[in-house]
């Protein structure tokens, strides 16, 4: 068999819940939370891991981020504010989210705007991250282009002795995090036959409308 007749046969048959508009919490972001809890205990891999894209000049990117805190109902990451990414959100505020959990046979979409988070809550989360994660932060330049693997593992090993004997590293002002203020989102279930569940939540000022989209 070739690769597209492969491709053509992979397919999987999804029954294993359902999800109904009475079933959803009136609160997106409680939504959320119960279905990120059933993916930690359902041990999916990386299960805090979504799809970050951005859009400037006609042209969309993506790349995976992972989810290190939801604060006053905003979804937090942590990143380099000099990379890419940093970039494009500068130039616009509109971003995406995609969460795929596929073992509970679920994805959620999220749209938003993104800010950044104050430097109090990057610092408190810089200090609680691992010192090879650290000094990983601080050495390289997230985004750029290296002669080869050498110049980073030399950038890594002038950081770390740079900081020996140092116990509490420096938080760079280049890293931080970033907040996405939810406006929309999309709760989505496989289902048999290709009829899936789909509840979306759209923002309408203080409150959220609450409806059922075909799959
Ligand atoms: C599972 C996974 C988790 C990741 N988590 C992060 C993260 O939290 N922050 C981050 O800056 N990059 C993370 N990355 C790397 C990004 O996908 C990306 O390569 C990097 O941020 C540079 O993207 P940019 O050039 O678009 O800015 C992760 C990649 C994977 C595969």
Redesign the pocket.
């Known amino acids: 068999m070739n690769l597209n007749e492969t491709l053509e046969n992979l397919r999987v048959s999804y029954q294993s819940s359902s999800l109904d508009l009475a079933d959803c919490d009136p609160d997106p972001v409680a939504q959320f939370d119960k279905w990120l809890d059933q993916a930690i205990s359902s041990k999916c891999d990386?299960p805090n891991?979504f799809v970050?894209s951005?859009s400037t000049e006609n042209r969309p990117?993506a790349?995976?981020?992972?989810l290190?805190g939801i604060h006053e109902q905003k979804f937090v990451?942590?990143?380099?504010y000099g990379?890419?990414?940093?970039?494009?959100l500068a130039k616009n505020e509109n971003v995406s989210m995609t969460f795929l959990w596929l073992p509970l046979q679920r994805q959620i979409r999220i749209e938003g705007t993104v800010t950044k988070v104050s430097a109090e809550l990057s610092e408190e989360y810089f200090q609680k991250r691992p010192r090879g994660s650290q000094l990983g932060a601080i050495a390289s330049p997230?985004?750029q282009r290296v002669a080869g693997r050498a110049e980073l593992e030399n950038l890594f090993k002038e950081t770390e002795s740079k900081y020996e004997g140092v116990e509490v590293l420096p938080r760079p002002s280049f890293w931080g995090g970033y907040m996405i203020a939810p406006s929309f989102l999309e709760f989505w279930q496989g289902r048999n036959n290709r009829m899936h569940d789909r509840i979306c939540y759209e923002r309408k000022g203080l409150s959220w409308d609450r409806y059922r989209l075909a799959p």
């Not at 790349?63 to 992972?66: D, K, Q, S």
Request: hydrophobic share 30%; proline share 0%.
């Open positions: 990386e891991a970050l951005t990117r790349r995976v981020v992972l290190k990451f942590y990143t380099n990379s890419s990414k940093a970039n494009e997230q985004s």
